[in-house]
């Protein structure tokens, strides 16, 4: 065989081999698509303080790993610990008050005992000149000054009564209901709530990244000044075509390989998929449209974003923003599983040479 000819063939057998190639992708891309577009993603709880002051203690270092419950920096308690002392003399003379209210209580039972007793008498007092007054034995005078402090009898039992209510009132149902003292004990826990809120805790396991708090460092209510990210918390996102996943179903899984881990791959499962991109975004600010110009014959495809989970937790050397390599497939078709498997290990041990 000559030169020319075993050229030839060479050259057959290669775009024989392109062909199929080709088509192959095209057909791997709908059945089995590949993205290099892969990133762990995970929560960033940015920690702030509830009470203000100058930072005291600090109690963990940059990237530490620290469980729930775990004090992270100290905010200066000393003004708040002295409001504490406040609310809790606050509360003391409260219950002396109410103590003074209960003794009012019973001295306006007993003026309402007496006031009754003068009402009582003076009502049988005008009872009894209005007979007599019938029967013409005594003056008008008499019996109109009789009707009068029957009056004055009565306004005095009923204003001894409402005394009693408003005493009452502010008692409330029971001890320690009463209404200076509901106030003060407000303010106690308030008072307590903010001492216990000048330690800063970790709401759950994680670790504290970008530390960059130092002793001396003043702390405002509501504005964060760490950096924490909850372990248990990461997920894996793939960016794939938008043609690439338009007949993604339950019926497919994925399989990932980490850069961080090169030669290694992992079973994920599909948990959902974004409904929309940030680019389709509208917000409603008066403005006209703004139409978007692309001169290439064939513009760019646009990416979706595909979310993955899996029972087992992620490797530990991964974190927020490692990058991925993945592969989808349907789980019921032996061929594309393996054509898969395939892929995803010619991209994992690629990660050992770049």
């Known amino acids: 065989m000559t030169a020319d000819h075993k050229f030839k063939r060479w050259m057959r057998t290669l775009i024989v081999l392109f062909i199929a190639l080709f088509f192959y992708i095209t057909t791997a891309d709908r059945h089995a698509p590949i993205t290099t577009e892969g990133r762990v993603q995970g929560y960033v709880v940015q920690l702030a303080p509830e009470v203000s002051g100058k930072v005291t203690d600090i109690f963990v270092a940059n990237n530490q790993q620290v469980s729930e419950g775990d004090v992270l920096f100290q905010v200066d308690a000393h003004k708040y610990q002295i409001a504490l002392q406040q609310a809790e003399l606050s509360l003391q003379s409260a219950y002396e008050k109410e103590a003074t209210l209960y003794s009012q209580r019973e001295a306006a039972l007993a003026n309402i005992t007496r006031a ?126 938008e043609k690439s996943v338009a007949k993604l179903s339950d019926d497919y899984r994925a399989v990932v390989a980490f850069d961080a881990y090169p030669g290694e791959t992992y079973p994920f499962d599909i948990a959902s998929q974004d409904y929309g991109v940030l680019t389709a975004q509208q917000t409603p600010n008066g403005a006209l449209t703004k139409v978007e110009v692309n001169n290439r014959w064939v513009r760019d495809a646009q990416r979706t974003r595909i979310n993955l989970d899996s029972e087992a937790a992620l490797p530990s050397a991964l974190f927020i923003g490692s990058r991925a390599t993945i592969v989808l497939y349907p789980e019921s078709n032996p061929f594309w599983h393996f054509m898969a498997e395939v892929q995803i290990h010619i991209a994992s041990w690629f990660h050992f040479i770049y």
């Open 116 to 241: 009754q007793a003068t009402y009582d008498n003076a009502h049988r007092e005008y009872a009894r000149l209005q007979k007599l007054s019938k029967q013409k034995v005594i003056s008008q005078s008499n019996l109109d000054a009789a009707y009068a402090q029957n009056q004055v009898a009565r306004a005095a039992l009923k204003a001894e009564k409402q005394s009693l209510k408003v005493i009452e009132a502010q008692l409330g149902e029971s001890v320690g209901q009463s209404t200076a003292v509901r106030l003060a004990k407000n303010g106690l826990e308030k008072a307590q709530l903010d001492v216990s809120n000048t330690k800063v805790i970790a709401p759950s396991d994680g670790v504290i990244t970008n530390l960059q708090l130092e002793i001396g460092s003043m702390a405002n209510i509501n504005m964060p000044i760490i950096t924490f990210v909850p372990t248990g918390s990461l997920w894996v996102t793939a960016d794939f075509r």
